[in-house]
């Protein structure tokens, strides 16, 4: 009897856990981030970008074309959504991508080229570029659970400014660790435009995981390099004037 008794707990317990996995909603996704995003302030690293393919890289979008041009930079990030990438383009040309909020500012050479990219999600860098999850993506998105297993969820990510644009997001995340796994760009067309795969993590402040190798690869799978980081520091003190649009 004692046996059949620990038989029918176990098969309850365990039903329970994956009834509980697949109830996980993209709120309980969020409030999670947001746990372990609360002691992140900022980040800076150094980053490496080895580009495998131009004619690939030039079906990516505006807001990776401008990334790619780069062969090593300097990424910086304060939360909760101002980016910049300070790097060296071929031919040792400077250049600098800047990004506060919605608005984007290239430098290099004699370019100066501002815009806003609010309603124009396929020119927008977010977190989910830098390799993390942050409370930021649920303001831009509307994030929904596709499914739920047990070693990774699926979430779609739809901008939620843009228009009518059907362009969207799948993400992979590990629902233990929330590292993210993949993520796959959409075309309003249903095209995918660009696969991405996360591996090598850090921790930010500690608790929030960051991956610091990315492969990226086309819709038809062909290799448009990668991107590496190297020394992430957190709460490094960043100045809200790196990111002003004012800059020449």
């Known amino acids: 009897m004692r046996r059949i008794a620990f038989g029918i707990l176990a098969v309850f317990v365990l039903g329970a856990m994956a009834s509980s996995a697949w109830a996980m909603t993209a709120n309980d996704i969020l409030a999670r981030v947001k746990t372990m995003e609360a002691g992140l302030v900022d980040f800076r690293a150094d980053m490496v970008i080895t580009e495998a393919n131009k004619q690939n890289v030039s079906g990516m979008g505006e807001g990776y074309t401008d990334l790619l041009k780069l062969q090593k930079a300097v990424v910086q990030y304060k939360k909760p959504d101002k980016i910049r990438y300070d790097g060296l383009a071929k031919g040792g040309i400077k250049a600098a991508y800047i990004q506060n909020?919605?608005?984007?500012?290239i430098l290099a050479a004699m370019i100066r080229k501002k815009?806003?990219?609010?309603?124009?999600?396929?020119?927008?860098?977010?977190t989910l570029d830098l390799g993390f999850l942050s409370s930021?993506?649920?303001?831009?998105?509307?994030?929904?659970?596709?499914?739920?297993?047990?070693?990774?969820?699926?979430?779609?990510?739809?901008?939620?400014?843009?228009?009518?644009?059907?362009?969207?997001?799948?993400?992979?995340?590990?629902?233990?660790?929330?590292?993210?796994?993949?993520?796959?760009?959409?075309?309003g067309s249903g095209e995918m435009r660009v696969r991405m795969v996360y591996s090598e993590y850090q921790m930010l402040a500690g608790k929030l995981p960051i991956a610091t190798n990315c492969a990226m690869y086309d819709g038809s799978g062909g290799s448009?390099?990668?991107?590496?980081?190297?020394n992430v520091k957190s709460n490094v003190g960043l100045s809200d004037a790196l990111f002003s649009m004012s800059q020449r």
């Open 224 to 230: 448009l390099g990668s991107v590496k980081y190297a």
């Open 136 to 187: 930021r993506l649920w303001t831009d998105n509307t994030v929904t659970v596709v499914s739920t297993g047990k070693d990774s969820v699926k979430l779609k990510f739809d901008p939620k400014f843009g228009g009518s644009d059907k362009r969207h997001d799948m993400v992979w995340v590990n629902p233990g660790t929330l590292k993210l796994q993949k993520r796959e760009k959409y075309r």
């Open 115 to 126: 815009e806003n990219v609010k309603n124009a999600p396929g020119k927008r860098q977010d």
């Open 101 to 105: 909020g919605y608005d984007k500012l």
